[in-house]
């Protein structure tokens, strides 16, 4: 089994800063792919980025691309969104999420993960 916890959310001005980190236990990461989703009010959880570990591919929604960067750290088996120049719209409940699978374009969809954290609040005031 795979454990992911989220921190690292709070509340931000517009055009702030902030890093989340996806603590991954119970199993090594290094053969999973690793995403982060979000959630606003009212709206379906969306894709927002993710890095397959064993090819250290990593991909971005339009929509955060050069403002979000994902990364990981094996030794600490935790994986970060950096989140800069933050935007109102980028206001929701962001997921940890993994699958053991190398990236594919069916990796956008959050039914193909396997293993959820409990999502952590990120509110960007304006």
């Known amino acids: 089994q795979v454990q992911l916890v989220e921190s690292g959310g709070g509340l931000v001005q517009a055009g702030g800063s902030l890093r989340l980190s996806c603590a991954v236990s119970g199993r090594t990461f290094t053969d999973y792919t690793m995403g982060w989703f979000r959630q606003a009010p009212g709206k379906e959880r969306v894709f927002v980025a993710a890095?397959?570990?064993?090819?250290?591919?990593?991909n971005y929604a339009d929509s955060v691309s050069g403002r979000f960067t994902i990364s990981g750290d094996d030794a600490k088996n935790t994986v970060y969104l950096q989140m800069n120049s933050l935007k109102t719209e980028d206001t929701a409940v962001y997921y940890c999420a993994a699958v053991r699978a190398s990236w594919s374009r069916s990796l956008y969809t959050p039914y193909k993960y396997d293993y959820w954290g409990q999502g952590t609040q990120v509110t960007v005031s304006s």
């Open positions: 890095i397959s570990r064993s090819g250290g591919i990593t």
